[in-house]
């Protein structure tokens, strides 16, 4: 049956080295938490199958695989930023939220960055091992000064920001490009945009600060390093692979490259060691957020969010589930419980068992809520229909998915409703399914803030029926002997009735609903008296 129950974490394994604060804020909730560190990937699908929460940091790859082997799973959690290392799209369709605190390291990345810059134009790495190795040499490390460079920022974001206003603090002209951050919002931070094409030929730095996808994927390649300046230095603090790790061994190798800080990689650690053991290479061990300011906010971010989420207080951090985000007040919840019991109603009285073509759900009502509820409200309505399909396991998270593989045509409508009496105020779906040519329609409401039904397939019923406890709905024609009837066969199988709504409309085949105290075991014994019978528990 259909239950908006809140999204209940009880256990979480944490598969790397996070900071003890979120442990000890997911023990003080009640969640057990397990802690293991360096697992292959064989033992994590093996360890993750009974585990409702994972919090991870970069390290763990959170494949499809491992996704698929977690019964339970509901929530990865992402003790940093990037989440390139789990696959978001696998997730989402299992129905799992996955969550990062992006802002908890921002600090230390960007701190970082500057390091790099630092570094590279003192050459304060190479020096440090030259005078472990015996040696004072003062020619050989002539560096540059920072000030008055041009520092070309690809990827405006957190981070991006941070580094810019650091780095202006030694002079520098900071010029940037983003395809999102608006330039006038950069400007007001001291960066000039400019399209990639005109950045590359004027920098002498390039740091780039994007997320790692498919458009970001060797921003910097062979061709884009062909247009910079000779010599061009760079720093990748953001993602292996953002800086073509073959492209930049060969700049720099012909010098079009003056020398590259590197914090990240595509694979880590490299086995490919040739751009770390380059002389004009310095390098780092993903060591960003490695601050011990960044892993406690970061660490404690992540706990908090996810006993938030729990307790259903609010949804920070999400970086699918976007659904979820307005389904936290009381109002929202009544709305799904609602438009998870119409659908399941709806589902229950296809008699075909045939899928659904077509799913179509009108919102009306006076206030605001029914306007803004209607992307979760159609979700809720898709949980509903699609929840008691075998081997289905609908969830506001991946039903969307769910109901585009099944091939339902889904469409929301809203309606202002000019009335203004109290039931109308309170908001009114009408939702309409298709299945095998056949249409199934149902209207309800919150009332009291329970979940109602109004209509069934074209009976208005006299009193709203409440959705919740076993109901049973029969399809027959009017006839005020049904009820004794009906009695009699449910007394036979020790089934008591403890509601009887009937329709206000007494022609042809019409719509009851009645509550029972049990569920039939098996529903032929009512066939002989109606046309149509389905039950259900809510
Ligand atoms: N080395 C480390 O330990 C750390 C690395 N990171 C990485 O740093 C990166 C940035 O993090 P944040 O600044 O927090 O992210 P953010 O989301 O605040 O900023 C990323 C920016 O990149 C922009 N962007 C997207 N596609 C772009 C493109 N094709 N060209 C230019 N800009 C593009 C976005 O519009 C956004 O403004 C992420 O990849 C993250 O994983 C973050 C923290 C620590
Ligand atoms: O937050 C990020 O994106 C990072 O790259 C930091 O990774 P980490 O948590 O140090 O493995």
């Not at 698929?68 to 989440?83: Q, S, Y």
């Not at 608006?182 to 399209?195: D, F, R």
């Not at 800080?261 to 490299?270: M, T, Y």
């Not at 969010?305 to 259903?312: A, C, S, W």
Request: hydrophobic share 40%.
């Amino acid at each position: 049956p259909p239950k908006m129950a809140p999204i209940c974490i009880k256990t979480v394994l944490i598969s790397e080295s996070v900071d003890p604060r979120c442990r000890a804020i997911l023990e003080e909730n009640g969640i057990r938490v397990t802690e293991k560190q360096s697992m292959k990937k064989e033992e994590l699908i093996a360890e993750i199958k009974d585990y409702d929460g994972l919090v991870v940091r970069s390290a763990t790859k959170v494949t499809a695989d491992v996704i698929n082997a977690a019964d339970n799973l509901k929530i990865i959690g992402r003790a940093g930023t990037g989440v390139d290392n789990v696959d978001v799209d696998a997730a989402t369709k299992k129905g799992v939220i996955v969550m990062n605190t992006p802002s908890g390291n921002t600090i230390s990345a960007a701190e970082l960055t500057c390091a790099l810059l630092m570094s590279l134009s003192r050459n304060v790495p190479q020096a440090t091992m030259s005078m472990k190795q015996g040696n004072w040499d003062r020619k050989k490390f002539m560096g540059a000064e920072l000030y008055g460079k041009v520092l070309g920022i690809v990827g405006l974001g957190r981070i991006g920001k941070e580094v810019a206003t650091r780095m202006q603090a030694f002079g520098m002209t900071t010029i940037g490009y983003d395809p999102i951050t608006p330039p006038e919002v950069s400007a007001s931070w001291g960066v000039e945009q400019m399209s990639l094409e005109q950045l590359w030929p004027q920098c002498d730095y390039i740091t780039v600060h994007t997320p790692l996808m498919p458009s970001t994927v060797g921003l910097l390649n062979d061709e884009t390093f062909a247009k910079c300046k000779k010599g061009v230095k760079v720093v990748n603090c953001a993602r292996g692979g953002i800086i073509d790790e073959e492209a930049l061994l060969r700049a720099l190798e012909s010098g079009q490259c003056g020398g590259a800080g590197l914090d990240v990689f595509i694979e880590e650690p490299p086995k490919n060691r040739s751009l770390v053991n380059h002389p004009n290479v310095i390098s780092c061990p993903h060591l960003g957020a490695s601050t011990k300011e960044a892993q406690a906010r970061c660490g404690e971010d992540i706990a908090l969010q996810i006993v938030d989420m729990v307790n259903g207080k609010n949804l920070v951090g999400a970086v699918n589930a976007q659904v979820l985000a307005g389904t936290f007040s009381q109002e929202s919840q009544q709305l799904i419980r609602l438009g998870e019991a119409v659908g399941a109603v709806l589902h229950s009285c296809n008699a075909s068992r045939k899928p659904f073509s077509h799913a179509h759900i009108i919102t009306q009502g006076s206030g605001d809520s029914m306007k803004s509820c209607g992307g979760y409200f159609t979700s809720a309505v898709l949980v509903g229909l699609l929840n008691h399909e075998p081997g289905r396991s609908a969830n506001l998270i991946n039903v969307q998915s769910l109901a585009k593989e099944s091939g339902i045509a889904v469409a929301l409508y809203f309606q202002v409703n000019q009335s203004h009496c109290a039931s109308e105020e309170a908001g009114v779906c009408k939702v309409e399914v298709v299945a095998d040519g056949r249409s199934y329609k149902a209207s309800g409401s919150v009332q009291g803030g329970v979940p109602v039904l109004l209509e069934l397939s074209g009976s208005v019923f006299r009193q709203p029926v409440s959705l919740t406890g076993n109901l049973l709905f029969l399809q027959a024609s009017a006839d005020p002997q049904l009820l004794p009837s009906v009695a009699g066969a449910l007394a036979s199988e020790g089934v008591q009735i403890e509601s009887f709504s009937a329709p206000v409309d007494h022609t042809g085949d019409v719509w009851y609903c009645v509550g029972v105290s049990s569920l039939l075991q098996d529903l032929n014994v009512l066939k002989p008296l109606v046309k149509n019978v389905a039950q259900l528990s809510i």
